[in-house]
């Protein structure tokens, strides 16, 4: 048989050339749809700073920009690694087609994902709550707080997409997003100021 290495059993097992063939279109496809994800979700960025500017000029934008960070970085040490560790962990294991230990995997990271996210809100709320931030904006604490829960479910969520490598939900979530955070920072901002 043209294009197949000796048999190792009852199947043919293809060669290089015809695995590459089967295997490349949806890795193509799957590629494809996560640049996209990718590209809706820095435009959707982008273009939120450049409506902040314009509405709240450089002193509100900054203290966006400071706010944000508290929150991306309290996420970022909240989380441990879990999200990535589910993207990794998750592929693999399915791609072995061990879905049932997928599934163990996830549960597991899930919980103790959810655990520390909670621990982590509380410890955003009280670091604000003693911090010299809070006597100018204290109504700031409960967005604070709200955003960072978001932030990290959303964060795991997408590790758990991601994980399962279903880049065109990611894909559709990024795009309906990017469009939803825009409009509410439009809306947010000219209805409510700094704090909307």
Known sequence: MIGCLPPTGTECAPTGASLATAQEVPLARKSARAAAASACSLFGRLGVQVVLARLLGSEGLGL????????????????????????????????????????????????????ITAVGAAMLGVLYYRSASYAEWP??????????????????????????????????????????????????????????
């Open 64 to 115: 966006i920009a400071y706010f944000l960070w508290l929150i991306e970085t309290g996420v970022l040490l909240a989380g441990l690694g879990l999200p990535n560790s589910l993207t990794r962990y998750l592929a693999e294991l399915l791609g072995r087609g061990e879905s049932e230990q997928a599934a163990a995997l996830a549960r597991w990271i899930h919980l103790r994902y959810l655990s």
């Open 139 to 196: 109504s700031a604490l409960p967005i604070l707080v709200l955003l960072f829960l978001l932030r990290s479910l959303e964060n795991l969520n997408l590790a758990h997409l991601a994980g399962r490598q279903r880049f065109d939900l990611l894909a559709r979530i990024y795009l309906i997003s990017s469009v939803l955070q825009f409009a509410g920072v439009v809306v947010g901002v000219l209805c409510f100021g700094m704090i909307g």
